[in-house]
């Protein structure tokens, strides 16, 4: 039985005995993830929902059978971290309310929705926030970001959501790259579009890997009447499609401070924007600062629409783009350079933990997509054989004490240990056909 296949059953398994539970309405996928990784509890939620016995009705909630809107409410609010207070008594129902609307202990804008049916939130003083403004954002209407950078209460509680975050600053750091992605979400051009990539791509919108992502990685897909330009012409529209998007950002959260650490490249392939902000729960191990780097690459494969930050679907590069781009980062740096880059082990992580999804992809097309440029058979022989060396090891556990939300161990509610990512990155590279296994592997 393979890797993916025990994963897959003990998240049924976890899942199975979540729904046995008496009274229970609804399942959180937070409640499933410390039990199996995050893409076994996505397939076994995803069979669920097929087979009818659960409803997804937002985002991570899951209704069981036929729990109505104004049952899941109560159930999921304390265990996402907000408090229901008592309030006005029911205003009657529609379709829009679902029958209630709920007062809490501080603004919540998520949606939580069922078969029409849409649950309501207000804050302490009664003000109606949250979904009536998201569902105008989804419709092509306005959301406004907040102005202000994240309170001490506000991390905090953000900060509780992980289980085992490792610190403040690392919660804050989180909360500010999640409202670029809505600001980056917002941004409008009539000459190009936008698709996030890399490692965020993967924790934020295929929900692949459970790790922070601190730089956000975007590819600008320029249209076709911009790529037909002459190449002075075209570079000169990239680069100022480039400054729009950092005016952009800047002018939804003010508070943002742009520098002049980012860099452009002379034919605008990569514009690197940098943004500082000042910790209100300062870290010397957390840089406080954002980085963004616009990527201008003709697509190789196609972009998939996932649902964003804000609720409403976004371009994601697919899959086997962004394992093809870690490939090569590592083919390229790492045996040249042996550990002097040990953050390159988030490159390792990722491609083990995505595994299970590349080898149900079509295996020719997805080896035609990662052997190019400087990735071999033998650079990628090279990588297994360095990473084989115990020093990764160490290199994985301090990457992970950093970057993490949970431990890194053997058992439920943890990420995996090195010995458990090191043996599905070797068998994603045997499995793709890209290079046979050095014997100091095995």
Request: aromatic letters at 6%; proline letters at 6%.
């Amino acid at each position: 039985m393979t890797v993916a296949g025990t994963a897959y059953e003990t998240a049924c398994k976890a899942l199975c005995r979540l729904l046995a539970e008496a009274g229970r309405k609804a399942v959180l996928r937070s409640e499933l993830t410390p039990h199996a990784p995050a893409h076994a509890c996505d397939r076994a939620l995803r069979h669920y929902c097929e087979t009818g016995r659960l409803t997804r009705v937002g985002r991570g909630i899951y209704g069981i059978g036929t729990a109505k809107v104004f049952e899941i409410v109560p159930e999921v609010m304390p265990k996402l971290g907000y408090r229901i207070l008592p309030g006005e008594p029911v205003r009657g129902y529609s379709q829009k309310s679902g029958g209630a609307v709920w007062r809490l202990d501080r603004p919540c804008r998520r949606v939580i929705r069922k078969r029409g049916v849409q649950a309501m939130f207000e804050t302490p003083d009664g003000r109606r926030v949250g979904n009536r403004r998201r569902q105008a954002a989804l419709q092509g209407g306005s959301m406004d970001l907040p102005k202000e950078p994240p309170g001490s209460g506000e991390i905090e509680a953000h900060f509780n959501t992980f289980e085992r975050c490792h610190s403040l600053a690392r919660a804050e750091k989180d909360l500010l790259v999640r409202r670029v992605l809505l600001a980056m979400e917002r941004f409008r051009s009539d000459r190009a579009r936008l698709a996030i990539e890399g490692g965020t791509a993967l924790v934020a919108y295929h929900r692949a890997t459970t790790r922070f992502s601190e730089d956000l990685d975007i590819r600008l897909i320029p249209d076709e009447w911009v790529r037909r330009l002459d190449t002075d012409e075209r570079i000169a529209v990239l680069k100022e499609i480039g400054q729009e998007f950092k005016a952009h950002v800047h002018a939804e959260m003010p508070f943002l401070e742009p520098t002049r650490k980012g860099r452009i490249r002379k034919d605008a392939v990569l514009q690197t924007f940098i943004y500082n902000y000042r910790s209100a729960v300062p870290d010397e191990n957390v840089v406080a600062g954002i980085k963004c780097e616009l990527v201008h690459i003709p697509l190789m494969m196609p972009s998939v629409s996932q649902v964003g930050v804000s609720g409403s679907e976004f371009d994601a590069i697919h899959p086997v783009e962004i394992a093809s781009g870690k490939w090569q980062a590592l083919a390229t740096r790492l045996p040249r350079n042996a550990d002097s880059y040990p953050d390159l082990v988030r490159h390792v992580h990722d491609l083990a933990a995505i595994r299970p999804s590349l080898i149900l992809l079509d295996p020719d097309t997805a080896r035609r997509t990662m052997l190019r440029d400087e990735t071999t058979h033998a650079s990628v022989a090279a990588v297994l054989e360095e990473v084989a060396r115990p020093v990764w090891r160490a290199h994985y556990e301090r990457y992970m004490e950093r970057m993490g939300v949970l431990p890194v161990s053997d058992w439920p509610n943890s990420h995996p240990s090195w010995h458990i990512v090191l043996a599905n990155f070797t068998a994603l590279a045997r499995e793709l056909g890209l290079s046979p296994v050095p014997a100091s592997v095995t």
